[in-house]
């Protein structure tokens, strides 16, 4: 279900918006997450880089590596301020990601590497059960 929500003021004095999204763990799924977060981004005037970057990143990690067949990957976008935060939630909670140096002729295992250079902060949470949410924060100042 997609959910764009403007919350009451925060004690900031602007308001949350937020955007939550299920999606089915597939490349398909990463890829319109990637598509769906743009269009948010641009209904609330914000900048696109680095942040479709990082959806795209972290939802392919949630396609690839936290996949169970039958169970969706949420993608959750908010703004508090001028801070967007970026979560990705899987049900691979056993798997937590980790940042690793790539061999120089791999084809893939940058994408943890470009979310670290991307972002102000990132990170994981683990749970509940058997969950993960790997997050990222940008500044999200209004175009």
Known sequence: ??????????????PVRNFSLQLSPTPRGARLARLLAVEQLRTWGLPLHPAEHIVAELAANAATHGRVPGRDFRLLLYVVGD?????????????????R????????????LLVDALADRWGVVPGPPPRKTVWAEVRARAL
């Open 83 to 99: 801070t967007l935060r970026i979560e990705v939630t899987d049900t691979r909670g056993d798997r937590l990601p980790r940042v």
């Open 1 to 14: 279900m997609n959910r764009d929500i403007t919350d009451p003021p925060s004690r900031h004095g602007t």
């Open 101 to 112: 140096p790539a061999a120089a002729d791999a084809g893939s295992g940058r994408g943890l």
